[in-house]
């Protein structure tokens, strides 16, 4: 069964907290495909944070259960990794908007990972909330179609990918981790990544990239902050979410997303319509109903 929620203002605070930080990764992503290749992009992600991470490693080195690190590992792949590559693959065609619409498909599938691998019970208004705010991100992705908001939706199916990752990853820390410090957690799951993606980066062009396209330092400083503030900050308050809360509650931070990304979106010229905001107040709905107890 599901452990016992604790949603409280503080747990809404971490919510809203967290959407507007993942809200502008979408935007984040795109500045930094100006220099970077998707590759890149997804090493330099993951690279960063592990190196940031390593002094909380250090620290916190006597209370990790190193013999857990199949875990540890399986939570940074789903939850980090391949979402990296996934987005930055996916927003060479499809534009940030769209991504952050799209990345609100996340609850459904934590919502199915919950119910179908670990056994987990969900109360009939988180079942409504989910699928209303599935309902809402529908809408918004057909009038984002209808107003050529992306250049090739095809790409988004691996967003769509990315998203059943989360729904895995917020459901194993659940399961697995519900008595770590998230920071912990944290720091394990990317270092079981770091390593490997600073030897794969080192294989790329990236230094030659650096060295003579006049944009890479804009791009290396969106990278830093999506990285910082995106990944670590982001991926810490996260965990600790679900832990206080649930993971579909957790994974419910998806449907504010949305709001920030098109919002970014619209600031840097894609097409928005009144009709998008009719989708995103549904999506809020959902969120309402599924915090309702």
């Not at 952050?100 to 691998?117: D, E, M, Q, R, Y």
């Not at 179609?145 to 990918?161: C, E, F, M, Q, R």
């Not at 062009?205 to 830093?224: E, P, R």
């Not at 949305?258 to 979106?265: E, K, M, R, S, Y």
Request: hydrophobic share 55%; net charge positive; aromatic share 12%.
């Amino acid at each position: 069964m599901e452990q016992q929620s604790k949603i409280d203002n503080t747990s809404w605070g971490i919510l809203i907290f967290l959407s507007l930080l993942w809200g502008c990764s979408f935007i984040l992503i795109k500045k930094s495909l100006i220099a970077f290749d998707p590759v890149q992009l997804g090493c330099l992600r993951i690279s960063i944070s592990f190196l940031a991470f390593i002094p909380i490693l250090c620290w916190h080195r006597k209370k990790i259960e190193w013999k857990k690190w199949p875990r540890f590992l399986a939570v940074g792949l789903t939850g980090n990794a391949i979402p990296a590559f996934l987005f930055a693959f996916a927003q060479t065609h499809i534009s940030s908007s769209m991504a952050g619409l799209l990345n609100s498909l996340t609850p459904i599938w934590a919502l199915v990972v919950g119910i179908v691998i670990f056994k987990l019970r969900f109360k009939k208004s988180n079942l409504i909330g989910v699928v209303l705010g599935f309902i809402g991100a529908t809408t918004l992705i057909l009038l984002g179609n209808n107003n050529s908001i992306d250049s090739n939706s095809w790409y988004g199916l691996l967003i769509v990918i990315a998203t059943i990752c989360y729904g895995s990853s917020v459901n194993m820390v659940q399961a697995y981790f519900s008595y770590l410090k998230p920071v912990i957690i944290s720091s394990m799951s990317f270092a079981m990544l770091g390593i490997p993606a600073l030897i794969w980066l080192s294989t790329t062009d990236f230094i030659t990239v650096l060295q003579s396209d006049n944009k890479a330092l804009y791009s290396l400083g969106a990278v830093i902050i999506l990285s910082l503030l995106g990944t670590v900050m982001a991926s810490v308050l996260f965990y600790n979410l679900v832990q206080r809360t649930s993971a579909v509650f957790g994974s419910t931070v998806t449907y504010m997303m949305p709001i920030v990304a098109l919002g970014w979106g619209f600031a840097d010229g894609e097409v928005i319509t009144a009709l998008h905001f009719v989708g995103m107040a549904t999506i809020l709905i959902g969120v309402y109903i599924t915090k309702k107890k």
